[in-house]
């Protein structure tokens, strides 16, 4: 998956904050107070994150609802690994983000991996926060 334009992450925000399936009147409002937009221009954002994998959606009516199709934290982690993955030195890359990091980043940081090594072979399973 590429990495959302600045509409497009806009609206993957509200999408994401929302509590259940939304609109794109829904959306739409939401964007309202900060970037008034037509209704066919968040319908037509909504519709191109929908054929990108962004979104699902359901038939509601005339309209449809949306979805993310991948939540935050998971599309956050992707944007991680591609800049990983441009790295020259991965290992040296990684120590200057551990090193960066403040002591409950790094607490966290250290339960993952302890996480990661006792579940490995168990694909199946989806990393929980603590």
């Known amino acids: 998956m590429e990495q959302l334009g600045d509409l497009e992450a806009e609206i993957m925000d509200r999408v994401w904050s929302a509590r259940g399936p939304v609109a794109v009147r829904d959306v739409r409002a939401l964007l309202a107070p900060t970037r ?55 290992g040296l890359t990684l120590l200057h983000f551990v090193h960066a990091m403040d002591a409950a980043e790094y607490e966290t940081l250290r339960e993952a991996v302890q996480w990661h090594s006792s579940s490995r072979g168990r694909d199946d399973e989806e990393p929980t926060p603590s």
């Open 36 to 90: 008034p937009l037509a209704y066919t221009t968040v319908m037509t954002v909504m519709d191109r994150l929908f054929h990108k994998g962004w979104l699902t959606r359901e038939r509601a009516g005339r309209s449809y609802r949306y979805q993310p199709a991948l939540g935050r934290s998971a599309y956050t982690a992707q944007l991680m690994r591609s800049v990983l993955s441009g790295a020259d030195n991965r």
